[in-house]
């Protein structure tokens, strides 16, 4: 079949591999000059930044294995220290939650909290059987009506909601956890108690290697903004229109509001999933810092009672950005701030931040210097209530309305390995699908 995939993100490269693998003539449009999406590398100042995804984990199976299979798994290496702090009354607490039972060493939040968080995970070890946090379109409805905040408020208590449940999400999906599902967060502590190992990785050559090594092994057009996509009519005989190219098959691997932008019309079905899934916007700033000034954290976590602008910083020094006297820090915002920012000029967004995190920590008076500023309107879905249930349904119902299936990682799971797994489960669809039809 000739396949066009529409979108040069994990999803949609993995996705083309795969189906190229099957013997397909695929065809890849990307909107920009690059390949990679949010796994994005750029060089400044004579220092790589990374400017979307920021870091891997030891426990991405499929990326692990993905990477094997392109001959770049040497590429793959472990960050050195794993460390991370948490603000709290402008005092920095070590917190790196290795196992659960390094909590009981974090001083941010009481005794009695701590305990609280650990029977917590005991508890949800009882869900490592019936959740996939890289597949959310499978397992129990749990809690699908109830955000993350308000029931880990109730479970727990709310200190561990407001310093530790809310800077973790607002972290890693720069959103706040009253915008999570409590499903997925249960999904993500199954994830931690089952099959731990959150011990962070990164590329050599930072993390546009795996994308630009998947593109190398596809016909990838770069520039290539697609504006209407038809769908079959249900004639087996009628193709897809991509800008007016007749294709077999299309695959979207682009966020859901433009792909509502380009499919017409969509099937009920696809309107349902795509008119309501929401983003969470960011921006990923990075500055160079002399390396005597910069903390020595990996990571830190900034709740928003600290500071309603930076909600995390990450110490650039462990990927190799860095010299013998400078290193890179990469700010992100919190998404009421980034949706505030995103159309400020870059010298801007360079003067508040470096003024906001002097206030946190004022030895960074004057030290710090802008080297990057990437606006992400569409950072990352947000998994609220009742998403989680929505996307299980789509797929229940299945894909491929009029020939056109859907692909990205507000189908399955935000992450790189989500993503991944995304693209290859739809590979796998289509090729079931079209055997079955034939």
Not at 52 to 72: K, T
Not at 279 to 292: H, N, Q
Not at 304 to 323: A, F, M
Not at 379 to 392: D, F, N, S
């Amino acid at each position: 079949m000739k396949i066009a995939v529409v979108g040069a993100g994990i999803s949609g490269l993995t996705c083309a591999y795969r189906l190229q693998q099957q013997g397909h003539s695929v065809k890849v449009f990307e909107s920009e000059s690059e390949v990679g999406g949010r796994m994005g590398t750029t060089h400044v100042g004579g220092f790589p930044v990374d400017t979307g995804v920021n870091l891997l984990l030891a426990n991405y199976e499929r990326m692990h294995a993905l990477c094997d299979e392109l001959g770049i798994a040497e590429q793959l290496f472990d960050f050195q220290s794993g460390a991370g702090g948490i603000l709290r009354d402008h005092e920095l607490n070590s917190f790196t939650p290795s196992n659960v039972f390094e909590i009981l060493r974090y001083r941010g939040v009481s005794l009695v909290s701590r305990m609280r968080l650990i029977r917590y995970f005991v508890r949800a070890y009882r869900f490592t059987s019936s959740l996939d946090f890289f597949d959310l379109s499978v397992g129990e409805d749990l809690d699908a009506d109830r955000d993350a905040f308000s029931a880990t408020s109730e479970q727990l208590d709310e200190e561990i909601a407001t310093y530790i449940v809310d800077p973790f999400v607002r972290t890693f999906h720069f959103h706040g956890a009253r915008q999570m599902s409590m499903k997925y967060f249960d999904a993500l502590v199954a994830l931690f108690v089952g099959k731990g190992n959150f011990k962070p990785q990164g590329f050599r050559d930072f993390m546009q290697t795996l994308p630009r090594t998947l593109a190398e092994r596809l016909d990838v057009e770069t520039g290539a903004a697609v504006s209407l996509i038809r769908p079959s009519t249900g004639n087996d005989d009628a193709p897809v229109e991509v800008d007016g190219e007749a294709f077999d098959v299309a695959v979207l691997a682009i966020p859901a509001p433009l792909a509502l932008g380009v499919l017409a019309p969509p099937s009920p079905d696809q309107r349902e999933v795509l008119s309501r899934t929401t983003y969470a916007p960011t921006l990923s700033v990075a500055f160079r810092c002399p390396v005597g000034v910069a903390e020595d954290f990996e990571g830190i976590w900034i709740p928003y009672h600290e500071s309603s602008l930076i909600s995390e910083c990450s110490n650039e020094t462990c990927k190799g950005s860095s010299t013998p006297t400078e290193c890179v820090i990469n700010f992100g915002l919190h998404t009421e701030a980034a949706a505030a920012w995103l159309g400020r000029p870059d010298e801007e967004i360079f003067e508040t931040l470096s003024r906001e995190w002097a206030r946190l920590f004022p030895r960074y008076e004057g030290a710090l210097e802008g080297l990057h500023v990437q606006r992400w309107p569409l950072a990352m879905p947000i998994y609220g209530p009742g998403h989680v249930e929505r996307v299980r349904q789509f797929w229940k119902r299945g894909q491929g309305d009029g020939r056109v299936y859907l692909c990205g990682d507000y189908l399955n799971h935000p992450w790189v390995e989500g993503s991944i797994r995304c693209g290859e489960k739809i590979a796998v669809w289509i090729r079931e699908t079209e055997a079955a039809a034939h």
